[in-house]
């Protein structure tokens, strides 16, 4: 079953093609995937960002489901040079930009909790139906045509996410 997140994205993609082949409009189209860094809205919702804040704030880290399924995360500069790559080409796409090395939710909270505090605790909530076991990028369309793929590791994102975080977390913190 797709979701209608999914069924909207692959609408946008067949009216850019359509308009493509009708206007002779030059299109690229991204298919981008969980992004991270610095800058990012605090409480916007995507599990890095919720895990990173909740570990600042001293919350424990909310896990849906078992925290088996998996997920894969770039660094916002890797996309970037996915995107400059992607338009300096004449190839149109549809290009996965995204890194493929995956993580599992419980995986990913305990990279957070190393990088931010040990302590952290851990909660587990019910998942959604509609949640995906697995979303994974296959790249190798960009890496062949493109010459593109992601450098950064989530390792070594992550610290630089959170040095923007927890500055701003503080502001957030001085002014209650």
């Not at 979701?3 to 690229?28: I, N, Q």
């Not at 894969?72 to 500069?77: A, C, E, H, L």
């Not at 996965?96 to 909270?109: D, I, Q, S, V």
Request: net charge negative; charged share 30%.
């Amino acid at each position: 079953e797709r979701s209608c997140y999914d069924e909207g994205k692959r609408t946008a993609e067949t009216l850019t093609m359509d308009y493509h082949r009708g206007a002779d409009v030059e299109v690229r189209i991204a298919r981008i995937f969980n992004t991270y860094g610095p800058r990012m809205c605090i409480d916007d919702g995507r599990v890095v960002s919720n895990f990173v804040s909740q570990a600042l704030r001293r919350q424990p880290l909310t896990v849906y489901g078992d925290g088996k399924q998996t997920r894969s995360f770039q660094y916002v500069s890797d996309l970037v040079n996915g995107l400059v790559a992607l338009m300096e080409h004449d190839h149109v796409g549809p290009f996965n930009l995204g890194n493929p090395g995956e993580f599992t939710m419980l995986e990913l909270a305990e990279v957070v909790k190393e990088t931010i505090d040990s302590s952290a605790t851990i909660e587990f909530k019910p998942n959604t139906a509609d949640d995906p076991h697995m979303r994974k990028p296959d790249i190798s369309k960009a890496k062949e045509l493109l010459n593109w793929e992601p450098m950064v590791s989530l390792r070594e994102g992550l610290p630089r996410m959170v040095t923007d975080f927890q500055k701003r977390v503080e502001e957030e913190s001085a002014k209650l």
